[in-house]
């Protein structure tokens, strides 16, 4: 099992740029896909972005493609997403997610990932 605690969340203006963090603590970071997701107010939990456990593959949402960048650091049990160029419809919280995994495979739907955290929220102010 892994915890999951994403931070680096606020509220900034549109153009700014923030860094999100989701530290991960028990088992093995390394064998596990990672992604995040956010969560609009009265919409449906969607994928951002994507990462494989070696970090060789990603995988964008059309809506932040070019603006967002997923990786991660398994000597450190992090995961990371800059996002640069922030958008007032990217006012959401932002949730990292695990799946436990032996391949090297990108997942695509919340209901693939075994582990999730708390969330942090981002505010984008026009």
């Known amino acids: 099992q892994v915890q999951l605690v994403e931070s680096g969340g606020g509220l900034v203006q549109a153009g700014d740029s923030l860094r999100l963090s989701c530290a991960a603590s028990g088992r093995t970071f390394s064998s596990y896909a990672m992604a995040w997701f956010r969560q609009a107010p009265e919409k449906e939990r969607v994928l951002v972005a994507a990462?494989?456990?070696?970090?060789?593959?990603?995988y964008y949402a059309d809506s932040v493609k070019g603006r967002f960048t997923i990786s991660r650091d398994n000597g450190k049990n992090t995961l990371y997403l800059q996002m640069n160029s922030l958008k007032p419809e990217d006012t959401a919280v932002y949730y990292c997610?695990?799946?436990?995994?032996?391949?090297?495979?990108?997942?695509?739907?919340?209901?693939?990932?075994?582990?999730w955290g708390p969330g942090t929220q981002v505010t984008v102010s026009s």
């Open positions: 997610a695990a799946k436990a995994t032996g391949s090297s495979s990108l997942y695509y739907t919340q209901y693939n990932y075994n582990y």
């Open positions: 990462i494989s456990w070696t970090g060789g593959s990603t």
